[in-house]
């Protein structure tokens, strides 16, 4: 038989190490290939609403918020003046993304707030 002598031992250990790697699935803050991975922190006003409507909108906030972490936002305004005196103003944000993967870190009510870290 030729070749390289196989080793039970080293192949199990390299095995464990990638297992214990791939185990953690923590996403950690950085580029990859397939998007950026960003903290971003999602805040709703505390209401007479139910928890479930306060966690999903503090969810969709910090959602919209690691989007504009990554991409922007493009912001532009327009100021409709009529003899000098101010009729009408819009300011209008757009950001075009989403988020393929989310992990909630946090969530917690804190000053009037809840807040939804991810």
Known sequence: MSGLPRRPSAIAA?????LGACATGRLKPGFRPEGEVVDAEGWTPLGSDDLLALKRRSLLEAQKKAVEQVVGVFISGKTRVS???????NILGKVEGFVRRYEVLSEKREDGFYKTRV
């Open 14 to 18: 390299v095995l464990a190490v990638a």
């Open 83 to 89: 003899q000098a005196a101010e009729v009408d103003e």
